[in-house]
T-cell receptor
């Protein structure tokens, strides 16, 4: 069964706007990660946040984690057309590196 | 710096045929994984390996076998392909932290570009 569930399933915005995607999960985790997938390509790691962290930044990305609500959000500020992609959250729970992926959010940024 | 390389990129099989998907990484990563991606299902873990000579089952292992004879290679085999195995297959690898053995560090997975398999 899928651990993470993203919301919304699809998001369409204009260039320059901010994009927010949410992820909810069901069981306790060690860390939560976000990945981007351009059409027809492999996934690219964006950011990792550990269970004892509440917020993390990387360039235009801001990730928050609320373990009490079992949820995370990914904020992309000042979106660009090149940000158009699918975004997946993934949760890690054990020491073997296994990740459980959500179904993804499709982000479309219009020029 | 190749990262993770998957071969082949595309393949069409007939039901009952067998094939092997090859994943090679040049980052000296300990951990390797095979996932399949289906529309509306996200990515699901098939098998994984925590080191040379070791393999373990993931969420959807039935119909697949794997081998990790060399640290840099992780092979996924389909012995008798079925239409339900039509999917995009991704290989990934990750780093095992030197101090704790944790596979996470800050780098997550490195993915290959995928193999699109159709079984007719």
């Amino acid at each position: 069964s899928q651990q993470g569930e993203e919301d919304p399933q699809a998001l369409s915005i204009q260039e320059g706007e901010n994009a927010t995607m949410n992820c909810s999960y069901k069981t306790s985790i060690n860390n939560l990660q976000w990945y981007r997938q351009n059409s027809g390509r492999g996934l690219v790691h964006l950011i990792l946040i550990r269970s004892n962290e509440r917020e993390k930044h990387s360039g235009r990305l801001r990730v928050t984690l609320d373990t009490s609500k079992k949820s995370s959000s990914l904020l992309i500020t000042a979106s660009r057309a090149a940000d158009t992609a699918s975004y997946f959250c993934a949760t890690g729970r054990d020491g073997y590196g296994k990740l459980t992926f959500g179904q993804g959010t499709i982000l479309t940024v219009h020029p | 710096n190749a990262g993770v390389t998957q071969t082949p990129k595309f393949r069409v099989l007939k039901t009952g045929q067998s094939m092997t998907l090859l994943c090679a990484q040049d980052m000296n990563h300990e951990y390797m994984y095979w996932y399949r991606q289906d529309p509306g299902m996200g990515l699901r873990l098939i098998h994984y390996s925590v080191g040379e000579g070791t393999t373990a089952k993931g969420e959807v292992p039935d119909g697949y076998n794997v081998s990790r004879l060399k640290k840099q290679n992780f092979l996924l085999g389909l012995e008798s392909a079925a239409p339900s195995q039509t999917s995009v297959y991704f290989c990934a690898s990750s780093y095992a932290g030197q101090s704790t053995g944790s596979p996470w560090g800050d780098y997550g997975y490195t993915f290959g570009s995928g193999t699109r398999l159709t079984v007719v």
